[in-house]
């Protein structure tokens, strides 16, 4: 198999990542630095940041409260606290979809590098929910055009039709089925709203419910079955 794809089912993070981290030096074959597009048979000792990597035996998947301040990376000087700092668990997870730094709520963190792969493929369009409230009260023309779609003039994209429903004068919901960076953020700008809270409250079948900043639940049971049977659809 590809080497990002052997990286990625040792949950150690995404195929595009891992393509980063080998472009990078920081992934070594049999102890030889390896390269982009390189294959692998499966008895090789691949090692990632000097630590020898090797395919989970038991998926696990937890459901995180993801708080402010906490930037979706594990390494990088130039964050005040990463995932790294703030999320801790018995067995090695990575993060499955980010959360920009000032967001909070749910994120998705596994060990399994398939479902990994499969949450993170915009192409899936898998939904995700966000509670959002911004500063000024917000017009019905303006949620109408933030579900129709907008030009994003940063990204050079327009982004896809969407469900939006008001909960207050200042406050909605919105439930995307793709992930452009800091997207909320954008289009809400674009129609000269700024944001004062972003929560992410659903990832497919999973919600945060009651959960506060911090917490944490593992997935099991139906929830964990409904959650693969989305993430994989036939």
């Known amino acids: 198999m590809r080497l990002n794809q052997y990286i990625a089912s040792c949950g150690i993070c ?5 393509d980063r981290l080998i472009q990078a030096g920081e992934v070594l074959v049999n102890g030889v630095p390896a390269v982009p597009g390189m294959q692998i048979g499966g008895k090789e000792t691949v090692s990632v940041r000097g ?11 937890v459901a995180w409260y993801k708080p402010v301040g906490v930037t979706c990376t594990e390494r990088d000087p130039h964050a005040e606290r990463t995932i790294q ?6 067995v090695r997870l990575t ?3 980010r959360l920009d730094r000032d967001s909070e709520g749910l994120l998705i963190m596994t060990n399994d590098g398939k479902l990994i792969d499969a949450m993170m493929r915009a192409a899936n369009g898998h939904e995700k929910e966000y509670y959002v409230r911004v500063r000024s009260r917000i017009s019905d023309g303006d949620l109408h055009r933030l579900a129709s779609g907008m030009y994003l003039k940063e990204i050079g994209r327009k982004t ?9 004068d200042r406050t909605f919901s919105i439930v995307l089925t793709e992930g452009m960076n800091r997207q909320i953020r954008r289009m809400c700008a674009v129609l000269g709203h700024e944001i004062r809270f972003l929560k992410r409250v659903r990832v ?15 997935i099991t049971g139906k929830e964990l079955e409904q959650l693969y049977s989305l993430a994989f659809p036939s």
């Open 160 to 168: 896809k039709p969407c469900t939006v429903k008001r909960l207050g």
């Open 85 to 90: 700092d703030a999320f801790r668990y018995p």
């Open 51 to 61: 630590k020898v990597i090797r395919p989970a035996r038991e998926p696990v998947v």
């Open 95 to 97: 993060y499955a979809g």
């Open 14 to 18: 995404s195929r595009r990542e891992a």
């Open 204 to 218: 497919l079948n999973v919600e945060l419910g009651a959960m506060k900043p911090g917490q944490q639940r593992r």
